[in-house]
């Protein structure tokens, strides 16, 4: 029996979705409970989900882009749905999300890669530290590193320095001056990473999470939304696009 191709479907952060060919039930995998894989699916054979039919089907499409974007594209579902409070959320991770993947590439992938004996044994215990060091750091500290360690053109040359560097972490942190990122010889880099110092977008997150609530609009959604695309997708392209797919699967 040939299996069918969904000709529909839908890649999300969390989920892959796709209609069913046969009984065209919209059925929802969830990459982490469902799949059981976070890599990008070439070609995944699935159960449709419906109980009244369970026919297998072939499943060919996904998106490849990093996390950090796949939290910004949702936001067009989410705004569909009218979910605008989720939408913040997702534009807010989605800058930390990258300025985490900043520091694991600065500090982990690209001293690896430069090193000639390969320890994946020092390279799990960094990046082990990292996490730790890191791990309770709220929006503005993440910021205001990712954008000193640009300022001050932060370079590591192997692990070593890595580890030198993740224990002293906190000195990077401080906010950085107006002054220091118009220094940044790049004035297309220099204009977005002000604007990343300025944005609003993680305030308006806490005013969401904490007790009060609040809900937002659909304009402040889509203001946020189209600052968040500009400052970030335009910083990578100027930084040399970071995807931890490249280090991690190739």
């Not at 500090?107 to 060091?133: A, V």
């Not at 320095?161 to 224990?167: A, E, T, V």
């Not at 604007?195 to 009060?212: E, P």
């Amino acid at each position: 029996m040939v299996i069918k191709k969904s000709t529909e479907t839908r890649s999300t952060y969390e989920n892959v979705e796709a209609r069913c060919p046969y009984c065209s039930y919209w059925n929802i995998y969830n990459r982490a409970s469902d799949i059981k894989n976070f890599k990008l699916l070439i070609e995944k054979i699935v159960v449709c989900q419906s109980s009244s039919c369970n026919f297998k089907f072939l499943i060919e499409k996904d998106l490849i882009n990093p996390a950090w974007q796949m939290l910004i594209l949702d936001c067009e579902v989410l705004k569909q749905r009218k979910q605008y409070s989720y939408c913040i959320l997702n534009l807010t991770q989605s800058f930390e999300m990258y300025f985490a993947l900043f520091l694991r590439v600065e500090l982990l992938y690209k001293p690896f890669g430069i090193e000639k004996s390969y320890n994946e044994n020092l390279l799990n215990k960094i990046s082990d530290l990292l996490f730790e060091s890191t791990r309770k750091w709220p929006f503005y500290l993440l910021r205001n590193t990712f954008i000193n360690f640009i300022t001050n053109k932060i370079k590591s040359n192997g692990l070593e320095q890595s580890n030198s560097i993740i224990l002293d972490l906190k000195l990077y942190s401080s906010e950085p001056t107006n002054e220091a990122i118009k220094s940044i010889e790049d004035n297309k880099l220099s204009d977005l990473i002000l604007r990343l110092k300025n944005t609003q977008v993680n305030i308006l997150r806490n005013r969401i999470i904490h007790k009060y609530g609040y809900r937002p609009t659909v304009e402040e959604v889509e203001s946020s939304k189209d600052e968040t695309e500009q400052i970030l997708f335009g910083i990578d392209y100027c930084l040399g696009v970071l995807n931890e797919r490249r280090y991690l699967y190739e």
